[in-house]
């Protein structure tokens, strides 16, 4: 065999592997030991360990709680915004999301409400969309008309409970709801008429008149000033659209459903259909930023929360290491390596602080509990509230990823507040240890 | 050199070499605890280290056993030279060939006397049932009653931690047991039951004992009698 080849003999790995393996039973090992001392160290002054010990049970108790509240406000923005603008997952033809022409369409909507009623506890609607002019007697603006089923949109739309002046499409109206600020362009009010004008699909310029029925006022002018809803009946006739086509067709779930499966699951069911499935994520790239903004908005909460904490770790742990000169030089003296005598110090910390983080998400768990049965009312801030769109009650939502990096710094946190005692303890000069009595 | 000549006493157990140690006293006025010294220990010896308080005891004990660096000069012990090692392989190389047994205090106070005493084995990774036995076996040889396996150093008196503190030395198989004064916080009836203790352990398993001490008891039982004056060895004798 050449030498060239035998780099990669498995024997030559075995050696570092042992090594390594035999060091962590070892570890592991003196690791029952080491924490038993850093155990019973903890109550040696009971009240001091208490204090620590409540200072960290009240900031996780603080953490979870903040971040219930923030997280289950947010979310409800976010899926305010997602509903907005157009669900959760919305299902339209190939390349409409690229290139949104009205001559993209599902061709037929049946096989696609098939796959969809399907999923448990989604709903859907159907829409058709296409592009415009909104004349009043004397402005006009570019808008997106938007044909809608009146029933179902009331029943699970976002923009029938954002009316603030008349009144949505009733099942048979023939009239149009727009928003506040684009009836306030182009100054038209409830029941004047406006004329619509677009390009059909066969190319020619179509238009015809509707009444104002009503005025909404949703989170985003912008969107207020370039969406009007009608009949999909009635966008049909205008554009020439056929009877089971769609623009999209817009799904929204349940609070807290991650939409990422079931977008898997449609694309599998709807495949060689020429249609393409998008999550809110896939579509909408600020609001999954705005999402993970929270994440680090986290991070920080808990830096804020636990420096105070990290001072007084730093300085009971300088006065634990002096207090146990003598043993700790008994221990050196005995065979305890420094590392052990580091690692003493940092189990005790971490005991203490997986007491506290204990006791504080027992606490915050009964808090969010009885918060998630009754909600918390801020119709007196409602005026406010109205404005981000979430709604006046708020839902406290516990998302796992949230909490998980949030215990993560916290440990990381107390680790960096030990290091600097848990070191100095590992340096002590034995001879100097041991003449301390 | 010669080598393996029959008559030639074998490699030393503990070997010190033209050992200094100068301290720095608190305004930074050099003392020189050892000055040079040389001082060859065999296995197997029981020998006391005496000589007046200031002497250099307890700074030799402390270099032999690797608790200190010298400011110059080299301590090998079972052929290792100690000044080769880094801080965490000499805590290894400690716990594997050394006991100490110091004045007072000995014990850890967050420990039960048991737990004191496999504190050690427990470190070296020794089975729990070995653990039991040899704990078992050492207390008992020392005379302490099971009642007090469980209590902590504070509820046992000074000599019941002094042999607590003898337990835990044995019951690793140390090469070379160093003792700084053990019977000096004792009653003249405990230390002396104490050293016949150890120097039985020592004629029995043959483990090497080096103590440091002012104690008469210790060097009438001793069977090398090394004094130290001013830092250096002002006299060696073998005895009967
Ligand atoms: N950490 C230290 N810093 C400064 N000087 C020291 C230190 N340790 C010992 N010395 C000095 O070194 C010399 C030897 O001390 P050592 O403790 O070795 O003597 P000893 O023989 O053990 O005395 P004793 O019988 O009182 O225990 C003394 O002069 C002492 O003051
Ligand atoms: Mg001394």
Do not use: C
Request: without cysteine; aromatic residues 8%; proline residues 4%.
């Amino acid at each position: 065999m050449s030498a060239r080849a035998a780099w990669w003999n498995p024997r030559h790995f075995l050696v570092p592997i042992s090594a390594v393996a035999a060091g962590a039973v070892d570890f592991l090992r003196t690791l029952q030991m080491l924490g038993r001392v850093a155990w019973r160290n903890i109550w040696r002054n009971p009240r001091r360990s208490w204090v620590l010990i409540s200072a960290v049970a009240v900031g996780v108790f603080s953490f979870l709680g903040t971040l219930a509240y923030v997280d289950g406000f947010s979310m409800q923005l976010i899926d305010a915004a997602i509903r907005l603008q157009g669900g959760h997952i919305q299902i339209a033809g190939q390349s409409y999301f690229e290139s949104p022409v009205i001559h993209t369409t599902v061709r037929d909507v049946q096989p696609v409400e098939t796959a969809v009623q399907v999923l448990p506890e989604v709903e859907y609607l159907i829409r058709l969309a296409a592009p415009g002019i909104m004349n009043s007697a004397d402005q006009a603006a570019g808008v997106m008309i938007l044909g809608v089923d009146p029933a179902r949109e009331r029943a699970f739309g976002q923009v029938p409970s954002l009316i603030t002046e008349g009144a949505y499409l009733s099942d048979t109206d023939e009239g149009i709801v727009v928003g506040a600020a684009l009836a306030e362009q182009l100054r038209s009010q409830v029941g004047e008429r406006i004329v619509l004008m677009a390009n059909s699909l066969d190319g020619e310029l179509s238009a015809a008149a509707f009444r104002i029925t009503g005025l909404f006022e949703s989170t985003s002018e912008d969107f207020d000033k370039t969406h009007v809803f009608l009949h999909r009946a009635e966008v049909q006739t205008l554009i020439g659209f056929a009877d089971r086509e769609a623009t999209s067709i817009a799904l929204f779930l349940e609070r807290g459903v991650d939409a990422s499966p079931l977008a898997t699951q449609l694309r599998a069911a709807l495949a060689g259909q020429d249609l393409e499935v998008l999550t809110w994520r896939d579509r909408s790239p600020l609001m999954v930023m705005m999402d993970e903004t929270m994440n680090l908005a986290n991070i920080i909460l808990v830096v804020i929360l636990f420096t105070a904490i990290g001072f007084t770790l730093i300085n009971s742990f300088l006065m634990v290491i002096y207090e146990r000169l003598r043993e700790i030089g008994i221990m050196m003296a005995n065979g305890v390596r420094p590392s052990q005598v580091r690692w003493i110090l940092y189990l005790e910390a971490i005991l203490m602080v997986a007491v506290g983080i204990f006791a504080g998400t027992l606490l915050a768990t009964g808090l969010i509990a009885w918060w998630h049965a009754n909600g918390l009312d801020l119709s007196a801030f409602s005026e406010g509230l109205r404005a981000f769109g979430s709604g006046s009650v708020i839902y406290p939502r516990v998302d796992l990823r949230h909490v998980a990096t949030g215990y993560a710094t916290i440990l990381v946190m107390v680790s960096l507040a030990v290091a600097w005692p848990a070191w100095k303890a590992s340096r002590f000069q034995i001879t100097a240890a041991l003449h301390h009595a | 050199m010669h080598s393996s000549n029959l008559g030639e006493s074998p490699a030393p157990l503990v070997d010190v070499n033209g050992l200094v140690k100068v301290y720095e006293d608190k305004s930074h006025v050099p003392v020189r605890a050892l000055s040079g010294l040389d001082l060859e220990v065999q296995s197997g010896e029981f020998t006391a280290i005496a000589g007046p308080s200031g002497s250099g005891k307890t700074t030799l004990l402390n270099l032999i056993g690797g608790l200190d660096a010298p400011t110059s000069g080299t301590v090998t012990v079972a052929g290792q030279d100690l000044g080769q090692l880094k801080r965490s392989t000499l805590a290894t190389f400690r716990l594997n060939n050394l006991g100490f047994i110091f004045q007072a205090y000995n014990l850890i106070p967050v420990l039960s006397a048991e737990e004191n005493a496999e504190f050690n084995l427990l470190l070296q990774g020794v089975s729990k049932t070995e653990r039991r036995r040899r704990v078992t076996q050492e207390f008992s040889d020392l005379g302490i009653e099971p009642d007090l396996f469980g209590r902590r150093p504070a509820k046992l008196s000074g000599g019941q931690q002094q042999r607590v503190a003898i337990a835990r030395a044995l019951v690793s198989r140390p090469k070379l047991i160093l003792a700084d004064e053990p019977t000096a916080n004792l009653d003249s009836k405990t230390g002396a039951r104490l050293l016949d203790k150890m120097r039985d352990l020592n004629e029995r398993t043959g483990i090497t004992f080096l103590f440091s001490t002012h104690d008469p008891m210790v060097i009438a039982r001793a069977r090398r009698l090394v004094i130290l004056r001013d830092g250096e060895i002002a006299s060696d004798d073998l005895r009967a």
